[in-house]
């Protein structure tokens, strides 16, 4: 769908939808709303804004730093496995999910990444540090859950909280007012297995 000079792709809107989705229930209703207009009124706007939103695409067509930044970050947390491999988990991807599996394409930045990951970064144990809060929200869709039980059963001195939600991470929930600002505020620790 053309818009203002822009496209609306199908993978566009596939970014569209994912907005929402990082963005927890809350966003449900407005996605609902961008799909509805795009479908029964050929109006892709509200489409784009969500993509662009998600992506950190200016309104002046200029993008945020954070693509260029993104890589230098998340391709040291994985063996670059080279592109072959990259193909192949992209067919798998587009099995196991199949409508935004094959609409994302083939993850290929961590394949040409000139920078290795480090082989092996041991276990993050911090024994030096001091109480540390770790939360993991249960219907995070970029962060698993088991991840941040990964990290807390890791450092030595964290205990896990559990945001019991949909998006990405717990900023804006009940956990944040309940558990981070006491925390940050006025170094009050919650207890291991604090659950809101």
């Known amino acids: 769908m053309a818009a203002d000079g822009r496209t609306l792709t199908q993978t566009i809107a596939a970014e569209g939808v994912l907005a929402g989705m990082y963005s927890g229930e809350r966003a449900y209703p407005d996605v609902l709303d961008a799909v509805d207009r795009a479908l ?93 809060v770790v939360i993991g929200t249960t219907g995070d869709p970029a962060t698993p859950y088991e991840w941040a039980q990964g990290m807390a059963d890791q450092l030595a001195s964290a205990v896990l909280v559990t945001h019991r939600g949909t998006g990405h991470t717990a900023f804006g929930s009940a956990c944040y007012d309940a558990v981070v600002r006491p925390y940050l505020l006025e170094g009050r620790l919650p207890a291991d297995g604090t659950t809101c």
């Open 40 to 132: 029964r009124s050929d109006d892709p706007h509200r489409l784009l804004q969500l993509a662009d939103q998600l992506l950190m695409r200016r309104s002046d067509g200029t993008w945020d730093q954070f693509a260029d930044a993104y890589p230098a970050s998340y391709c040291a947390d994985q063996p670059n496995t080279g592109v072959n491999e990259a193909w192949k988990e992209a067919a798998t991807e587009a099995r196991r999910a199949p409508i935004f599996g094959p609409l994302l394409g083939t993850d290929l930045q961590c394949a040409v990444w000139p920078v290795d990951a480090p082989r092996s970064l041991g276990k993050l144990t911090a024994p030096k540090a001091p109480p540390l």
